[in-house]
Nanobody, 127 residues
């Protein structure tokens, strides 16, 4: 079992930066694959970035490559999403998600693969 709490969202101008944080509870956090998703009204939740529990493997959706960076600190039970060069189309509710018993090297890209979700944090990018 793991509980996730996101923070760091807010209002920023286009071109600005935000850092989202996800605090996870649970003794086995280091064995969870982690991901950041986002959702806007009327649209399906989409993966933004994912990270394996070991090996440091990452995955990014094309629209954020070169601008966003996912990272994790297993000692602190934290996952981060550094978002730079933000665009108005990045406006969404951002969710942290965890995939239990993820393999050391794998990243997980589908919503259905994640069993645990945070409550979400709003990111608004003004033009």
């Amino acid at each position: 079992q793991v509980q996730l709490v996101e923070s760091g969202g807010g209002l920023v101008q286009a071109g600005g930066a935000l850092r989202l944080s996800c605090a996870a509870s649970g003794r086995t956090f280091s064995s969870y694959g982690m991901g950041w998703f986002r959702q806007t009204p009327g649209k399906e939740r989409e993966l933004v970035a994912a990270i394996s529990w070991g090996a440091g493997r990452t995955y990014y959706v094309d629209s954020v490559k070169g601008r966003f960076t996912i990272s994790r600190d297993n000692a602190k039970n934290m996952v981060y999403l550094q978002m730079n060069s933000l665009k108005p189309e990045d406006t969404a509710v951002y969710y942290c998600a965890a995939k239990e018993n993820g393999s050391y090297y794998s990243v997980w890209t589908r919503v259905i693969e994640y069993g645990y979700w945070g409550q979400g944090t709003q990111v608004t990018v003004s033009s």
